[in-house]
């Protein structure tokens, strides 16, 4: 596909008047670094971190969502559809996930309206990262800094101009009057994207991982693994991919609606069984399962893994669990046989 470019000062301009016709939202900053804000303009976008603290996932599977509102006879209603929108500056790790979770919920032929109506809804404009953090792995797991799976379109920052690479329609539109970009600048993207991917040097044999984790399952390591785990549950909300929810219906003065709201499978009650049977009260059970759910449910169910490597688990845990140290245990030992 075609690639094209845009001179910083056409950007902003894009982007303003982005911002005057729809939803946009960027980047912003605050007291954790960055985060994700609705912005008016330009000015207000904060690209100085390397990523978000929370994910993207919000945009199309957002934390808490009306499914159905009552009215007082207790008829169900269809919520107000979702606005248009488009996101700025996401990076590839997210965009990534955010394939994965199209992916995931619409497996067996079943489609979440909910998920759908949302991603059409919305143009996700992607930058590719220049620059990598000591907990990105993205490229251990298939990924790369300038990855574009899952993006309409795709900038790459070349200091006073940015290439442009379109994937869907959505991104077509957006770019299109835009000069074509010559090879001293498809040159320069694919330099780029080589510093940034030589600074990731770990390398995971997810192949290997498949074969190793239900020989490990019922293992005595995840005792080891799990110890430091307080449940707190960090990990699986600042996940790009987890996608565990709960329903609940809340009546507040006389008005009851229907949500969906965020799980964690690292909450003792998320697995309680209605007959008070919890299979995974054990820590390590829970633990085991998070592991296993990334590296080889997923992959069972919909043929992906579920981690893009952007780190956030690492950077969040309060116990310093780092889900990079689990994988290379568990590799080292269960060596194939």
Same mark, same amino acid.
């Given at each position: 596909m075609?690639?094209?470019?845009?001179?910083?000062?056409?950007?902003?301009?894009?982007?303003d008047r982005?911002?005057?016709?729809t939803n946009?939202?960027a980047?912003?900053k605050d007291?954790?670094g960055?985060?994700?804000g609705?912005v008016?303009?330009?000015a207000?976008v904060h !690209? $100085?971190?390397v990523?978000?603290? @929370?994910?993207?996932?919000?945009? /199309?599977f #957002?934390r808490?969502?009306?499914?159905?509102? *009552?009215?007082?006879?207790?008829?169900? !209603? $269809?919520?107000?559809?979702?606005e @248009?929108?488009?996101?700025?500056? /996401?990076? #590839?790790?997210d965009a990534?996930?955010?394939? *994965?979770?199209?992916k995931f919920?619409?497996? $067996?032929?079943?489609?979440?309206?909910?998920?759908?109506?949302?991603r059409e809804k919305?143009t996700?404009?992607g930058?590719a990262?220049?620059r990598t953090?000591p907990t990105c792995?993205?490229?251990a797991?298939g990924?790369?800094?300038h990855?574009?799976t899952?993006?309409d379109?795709?900038?790459?920052d070349l200091?006073?101009?940015f290439l442009?690479e379109?994937?869907?329609a959505?991104g077509?539109?957006?770019i299109a009057?835009?000069p074509?970009a010559?090879n001293?600048?498809?040159?320069a993207?694919a330099?780029?994207?080589?510093?940034?991917?030589a600074e990731?040097p770990l390398?995971i044999?997810t192949a290997?991982?498949?074969?190793?984790l239900p020989k490990?399952?019922?293992?005595k390591?995840?005792?080891?693994?799990?110890l430091?785990?307080?449940?707190c549950?960090a990990?699986t909300?600042?996940?790009p991919?987890?996608h565990?929810?709960d329903?609940?219906?809340e009546?507040?003065?006389?008005s009851t609606?229907?949500?969906r709201?965020?799980?964690?499978?690292?909450?003792?009650?998320?697995?309680?069984?209605a007959?008070?049977?919890?299979?995974r009260l054990?820590?390590r059970a829970r633990?085991?399962?998070?592991?296993m759910?990334?590296?080889?449910?997923?992959?069972?169910?919909?043929?992906?893994?579920?981690?893009?490597g952007?780190?956030?688990?690492i950077?969040?845990?309060?116990a310093?669990?780092?889900?990079r140290?689990?994988?290379?245990r568990?590799?080292?030992?269960?060596p194939?046989?």
């Open positions: 075609k690639k094209y470019l845009l001179t910083r000062q056409e950007l902003s301009q894009l982007l982005l911002a005057k016709e946009l939202y980047p912003v007291k954790t960055a985060t994700w609705k008016k303009n330009t207000e !690209l $100085e971190e990523n978000t603290r @929370e994910p993207a996932k919000g945009f /199309i #957002p808490c969502e009306v499914l159905l509102r *009552f009215d007082q006879k207790g008829n169900a !209603l $269809e919520p107000e559809p979702p @248009e929108q488009i996101v700025f500056g /996401i990076r #590839p790790c990534r996930a955010i394939a *994965f979770l199209e919920y619409t497996i $067996e032929g079943k489609t979440d309206p909910y998920v759908k109506a949302r919305t996700f404009i930058l990262c220049n953090a792995f993205c490229l797991l990924g790369s800094p990855d574009a899952g993006m379109l795709l900038l790459t200091g006073d101009l442009a379109p994937l869907t959505k077509e539109k957006l009057g835009y074509e010559k001293e600048h498809l040159t993207g330099k780029l994207r080589k510093k940034a991917e990731i390398r044999d290997k991982l498949q074969e190793v490990a399952f019922a293992s390591i995840w005792e080891t693994l799990a430091n785990c307080v449940n549950g990990c909300f600042l996940c991919t987890c565990c929810f329903v609940t219906d009546t507040v003065r006389g609606v229907r949500c709201v965020w799980d964690s499978c690292q909450f003792t009650l998320y697995s309680r069984h007959s008070g049977h919890n299979p054990d820590p633990y085991r399962n998070r592991v759910d990334k590296f080889y449910y997923t992959v069972e169910q919909a043929g992906v893994i579920s981690c893009v952007c780190g956030r688990c950077i969040a845990c309060p310093n669990i780092d889900i140290t689990t994988v290379e568990l590799l080292k030992e269960f194939e046989e």
